[in-house]
């Protein structure tokens, strides 16, 4: 999780290509780049260990934009494959501006 993030981070897609499962990765890969993201907090985890197939992250991630500075909530899902942990999906909780760079 935290590698895919800092990939995200610092606009490494070839990586999030790489960890993302080729059942649900889409087939182009385009990075915002006018988004920057500048947190990640790591909120819950459920599996993920060594004996384990599966698990999920819950996770807080901020980012800034032109427009303001934002937040999205999610909890991901990742699976052992090849002996690798891969992205498979997530659900957003939320994403949402949490306040306005510019408030008045």
Do not use: K
Not at 58 to 76: C, P
């Amino acid at each position: 999780m935290r590698s895919r993030y800092a990939a995200y981070a610092v606009g490494h897609g070839d990586h999030l290509f790489r960890t993302w499962h080729p059942r649900t990765r889409p087939a182009d890969l385009t990075l915002d780049t006018a988004l920057t993201w500048t947190a990640l907090d790591v909120v819950a985890l459920s599996g993920g260990a060594a004996e384990d197939e599966a698990g999920t992250v819950e996770f807080r991630a901020r980012y800034r934009t032109a427009s303001g500075v934002g937040e999205l909530h999610e909890v991901s899902r990742f699976e052992r494959r090849a002996g690798r942990w891969v992205y498979v999906d997530g659900d957003v909780l939320e994403q949402c501006p949490r306040w306005d760079s510019n408030p008045h």
